[in-house]
């Protein structure tokens, strides 16, 4: 069974960072192009960034363009999602999906496996 599971979350003071963890198991990430999204009760689901399974190549949601970076590290089965100069409109919760499609391409409109959030609140 196909799992995901984000974790790194908590209470940041704004202009701190964070680094959220997504953990697989039962797949291989990097036999996956792997999407990062955050979900609020008021916006619903928007994506964050992805790293594809080809290349590595990132791409980023308009709002997350520099203060978001996405990484692996394959030896560990985990993809990163790191940011940074938090602001408190980045409170939400934060998951990560998974989809054996080779590039990030239309990755936000929906991926194959989607995981399990973690909740990052930011104070002013």
């Known amino acids: 069974e196909v799992q995901l599971q984000a974790s790194g979350g908590g209470l940041v003071q704004a202009g701190g960072s964070v680094r959220l963890s997504c953990e697989g198991s039962?797949?291989?990430?990097?036999?996956?192009?792997v999407g990062w999204f955050r979900q609020t009760p008021g916006s619903g689901r928007d994506g964050v960034g992805c790293?594809?399974?080809?290349?590595?190549?990132?791409t980023y949601g308009t709002f997350g363009e520099g203060r978001f970076t996405i990484s692996r590290d394959n030896v560990k089965n985990i993809v990163y999602l790191q940011i940074d100069a938090l602001k408190p409109e980045d409170t939400a919760v934060y998951l990560c999906?998974?989809?054996?499609?080779?590039?990030?391409?239309?990755?936000?409109?929906?991926?194959?496996?989607y995981g399990k959030g973690t909740q990052v609140t930011v104070s002013s």
């Open positions: 790293i594809s399974k080809s290349d590595g190549r990132t």
């Open positions: 999906a998974a989809d054996r499609t080779s590039t990030c391409f239309a990755y936000d409109y929906g991926m194959s496996y």
């Open positions: 039962g797949l291989t990430l990097d036999d996956y192009t």
